[in-house]
């Protein structure tokens, strides 16, 4: 007699590449390598469009490409994007203000799975990469993406993926709809009883970078006279490989039923790591100017960290002006972290200026039982490091959470945070609702939230700014009060600051250079302490340790300002493990000074 053993395999798939990011092709690598002689190609088809895909990197970057007519893409199928990292688009593409129709990528099958019959790629547009380029005059309209994530780094949008150079951008129209998700895996099998024999956890940390025209730009590009108008959303599958077997005395396995089901899963397991996604671009930095703008659309977005706005969600050293955002929604809900805002996430050594928003609603909320941080502005939520921030508006601006973690949530009519930056001649209208599910008063709500800025460091400058907000608290039957909220913002005078994992830290600057800081972490033990030294991106120059006698520590404070002597004196610089100026690498820690200062804060009002 037989007997049959009943074997279930459970495979969680995860499709998510371990392509790692690097940058776009150096325009200079090989001095051998010339532009061919200029000349301009006409495209008047699908195919010609496609054929541009041969005619990449600096051989053909005097090549100008013009439309002759409309394209439509429906019958094209599945787009291959142009340009590679090694080969960017460097030519000129001329739009002659005609549309590229129905442009689609569908990397799902009839079953939400990913297809195996296309190629791994990490940037998925028109344009995958370019450089140095000129795009203009251009109509994107009807866009449909969905895909899966790939790499650790995955940019998704309708014209360029990822950019970098000296590129224009200009009078370019787009719209439709972007659906960026991720797949992961579990590996479990069960016996015929039931019991699990074995599981693994498969760790997937994308950081997907989505912009409605361009997810990533590096460099002095500019973004003029640019309309957007799109829906862009991430959902996160899980992927079920089911295979049952019978096996016989002799060990011969008979398949019984296989397949795939897959399922939507937005559970904290199943997250990326990072989002930064907007309407116009996910990460601009390098000097971009982005101006003459009309933005619309919907946003929703889940993962680990959220940085989610309506035009880009991270600006660095780049200026925005004379932008126009109107109905726009957008939902930014996270496990860890959530920034999100009506212009910017984050300002970061930016100018913005003389923009105006309209009818704005952003949902935030955590996934789990709590969140490491929320930070959300009207206009911007982290405006620092010399960021200006200057005659700008918002209406109607509706903001609605659950969150009710005190020191956790930092919420503004205006922004959320600003350091050592500038906020003037700024107006918000709003109103915050807060699902209390619970007796909560308004008060309770002073040290998170406020009509101008949420909380305000040292040397920064805010002037000149009216917001009027309403806090809404509804219980768990629905019920709401209304009140005025009275509080302008919340003042931080000291110098220790918060960095992505939690941990306060101390600043240190160049005299000559407030932008060059180096931050520092003291963590003490028996008798010495642990210092470990970040430059102004984060990333760790050097760590050490210092012998120092506990009981000579006795102040009151955070351990960061608590053990400041042992490696700062202000006459030396910072110090080393045997208190000499710190030379680490060539370069010698002198001159530096603990940041410091009070906020300037004249004629801001609360309507």
């Not at 001329?94 to 790629?121: E, M, Q």
């Not at 109107?326 to 913005?352: C, H, Q, R």
């Not at 601006?397 to 020191?407: I, L």
Request: negative net charge.
């Amino acid at each position: 007699m037989k007997k049959h053993l009943l074997i279930v395999v459970l495979v969680f798939v995860c499709v998510v590449g371990l392509f790692s990011f690097s940058a776009c092709g150096n325009k200079n690598s090989d001095e051998d390598i010339k532009p061919l002689p200029a000349q301009t190609i006409k495209i008047s088809t699908a195919d010609e469009l496609a054929a541009t895909i041969d005619k990449t990197g600096i051989l053909y970057s005097d090549f100008t490409f013009s439309l002759q007519n409309d394209i439509d893409l429906s019958n094209f199928g599945n787009w291959t994007p142009i340009g590679t990292k090694d080969n960017p688009f460097m030519g000129t593409f001329l739009g002659n203000n005609h549309k590229i129709s129905n442009f689609a990528y569908n990397g799902l099958n009839k079953d939400n799975l990913p297809k195996t019959d296309l190629a791994v790629i990490d940037s998925i547009a028109i344009f995958a990469y370019t450089q140095d380029t000129t795009i203009k005059d251009l109509t994107i309209n009807d866009v449909d993406i969905k895909c899966y994530s790939n790499g650790n780094y995955f940019n998704v949008a309708s014209l360029v993926g990822v950019n970098v150079g000296e590129s224009e951008f200009s009078n370019i129209t787009v719209d439709g709809q972007i659906n960026v998700s991720n797949i992961y895996v579990y590996n479990t099998t069960y016996d015929m009883d039931g019991q699990v024999q074995y599981d693994k956890k498969v760790v997937c940390n994308t950081t997907q970078r989505i912009g409605g025209l361009v997810a990533y730009s590096a460099g002095n590009t500019i973004f003029d006279t640019i309309n957007v108008d799109l829906d862009i959303k991430n959902d996160n599958y899980r992927a079920v490989y089911e295979k049952k077997v019978n096996t016989d005395d002799d060990g011969v396995e008979t398949i019984v039923a296989e397949g795939y089901k897959t399922d939507l899963d937005n559970s904290t397991l199943s997250l990326p790591q990072q989002i930064m996604v907007g309407e116009v671009c996910g990460y601009v930095k390098g000097g971009a100017t982005l101006s003459n703008f009309e933005v619309t659309g919907n946003i929703y977005a889940n993962a680990k960290t959220v940085y989610a706005a309506s035009v880009v969600a991270s600006a660095l050293n780049s200026n925005l002006s004379n932008i126009n955002v109107n109905d726009i929604t957008i939902t930014a809900n996270g496990s860890e972290k959530v920034s999100s805002a009506g212009i910017a996430a984050i300002s970061d050594s930016s100018y913005i200026k003389e923009i105006k928003v309209t009818n704005c609603n952003i949902f935030a909320d955590a996934l789990g039982t709590s969140i490491n941080s929320m930070t959300i502005g009207g206009l911007v939520a982290y405006v620092y490091n010399g960021a200006n921030l200057t005659d700008s508006q918002i209406t109607n601006f509706n903001f609605v959470t659950s969150v009710k973690q005190e020191n956790k949530v930092h919420v503004g009519g205006i922004a959320g945070l600003i350091r050592e930056s500038n906020a003037k001649n700024c107006t918000a209208d709003a109103d915050f609702t807060i699902n209390t599910f619970g007796k909560i008063e308004a008060r309770d709500y002073n040290n998170i939230m406020a009509n101008i800025v949420s909380v305000v460091y040292g040397n920064s400058i805010v002037s000149d700014c009216k917001s009027t907000v309403n806090i809404n608290l509804k219980n768990n039957s629905g019920v709401k009060t209304t009140e005025v909220f009275s509080k302008i913002y919340n003042i931080i005078e000291n110098t220790n600051y918060v960095d992505d994992e939690g941990h306060k830290v101390v600043r240190l600057v160049p005299v000559d250079n407030i932008k060059n800081y180096i931050e520092v972490k003291a963590i003490p033990s028996d008798n010495q302490v642990e210092v470990t030294l970040y430059n102004n991106e984060a990333v760790v120059i050097t760590t050490y340790s210092i012998a120092i006698n506990n009981a000579d520590y006795t102040i009151e404070g955070e351990n960061c300002d608590k053990y400041l002597s042992a490696y700062f004196d202000e006459d030396k610089g910072i110090l080393d493990a045997d208190k000499n100026v710190l030379v680490f690498d060539g370069v010698t820690y002198s001159d530096y000074m603990k940041l410091t200062g009070i906020p300037v804060l004249s004629n801001n009002l609360v309507a």
